[in-house]
């Protein structure tokens, strides 16, 4: 069963950091590009940050560009993303998506999702 | 980058069709055919039903189709379902080398 798993969500101070994981099986991990996307609850998505397979390219939206970081380990088929100065807008369920094609084009696998809640 | 633009909710009553808008700029969903559209059931995770502007993934009804003119994109479902029930989402890929989404419609199953 093609599947991807998320952790790392959790309760977090604000201007701190938390860094979540999200695990791949039953493809190919090291040939697609992987994204992640947030979801405030209730609220609509929002792309967060791509990386394509070999880790040559990567994008982030303007919210998270200088204090997110997207990274994988295709060896260990996980997509990372560390989160640091973290704010209260932050506080969204994270989902981490698996690219149809491009990285660009459309996802089609979906984690489950985990919360991250930034809060003092 | 600002969001897409659909209507806040659709209403339909069973085998009927509905039809979700998705309007965008000449800088996303004008300039590239890079439109998809995702179904969010309550407390799930979003699910691809239609890619590059009219595509269905494996496995989604015949009964989703997508199609663009110009900025706007639209999701149509015929023979309304009452599964069919859930958030609506569209996507594009923009000029900016990023992705947005829509603000997302909710589909009430009369």
């Known amino acids: 069963e093609v599947q991807l798993v998320e952790s790392g969500g959790g309760l977090v101070k604000p201007g701190g950091s938390l860094t979540l994981s999200c695990v791949g099986s039953?493809?190919?991990?090291?040939?697609?590009?992987m994204n992640w996307v947030r979801q405030v609850p209730g609220k609509g998505l929002e792309w967060v940050s791509s990386?394509?397979?070999?880790?040559?390219?990567?994008y982030y939206a303007d919210s998270a560009k200088g204090r997110f970081t997207i990274s994988r380990d295709n060896a260990k088929k996980s997509l990372y993303l560390q989160m640091n100065s973290l704010r209260a807008e932050d506080t969204a369920v994270y989902y981490c998506?698996?690219?149809?094609?491009?990285?660009?084009?459309?996802?089609?696998?979906w984690g489950q999702g985990t919360m991250v809640t930034v809060s003092s | 980058q600002s969001a897409l633009t659909q209507p806040a909710s659709v209403s339909g009553s069973p085998g009927q069709s509905i039809t979700i808008s998705c309007t965008g700029t000449?800088?996303?969903?004008?300039?590239?055919?890079?439109v998809s559209w995702y179904q969010q059931h309550a407390g799930k995770a979003p699910k691809l039903m239609i890619y590059?502007?009219?595509n269905r993934p494996s496995g989604v009804s015949t009964r989703f189709s997508g199609s663009k003119s110009g900025n706007t994109a639209s999701l149509t479902i015929s023979g309304l379902q009452v599964e069919d029930e859930a958030d609506y989402y569209c996507?594009?890929?923009?000029?900016?080398?990023?992705?947005?989404f829509g603000g997302g419609t909710k589909l009430t199953v009369l």
């Open positions: 996507s594009s890929y923009t000029s900016s080398t990023t992705v947005v």
């Open positions: 039953g493809f190919t991990f090291n040939t697609f590009s």
């Open positions: 000449s800088s996303d969903i004008g300039g590239y055919n890079y």
């Open positions: 990386i394509s397979s070999s880790s040559s390219y990567i």
């Open positions: 590059e502007v009219n």
């Open positions: 998506a698996r690219s149809v094609k491009a990285w660009y084009e459309a996802f089609d696998i």
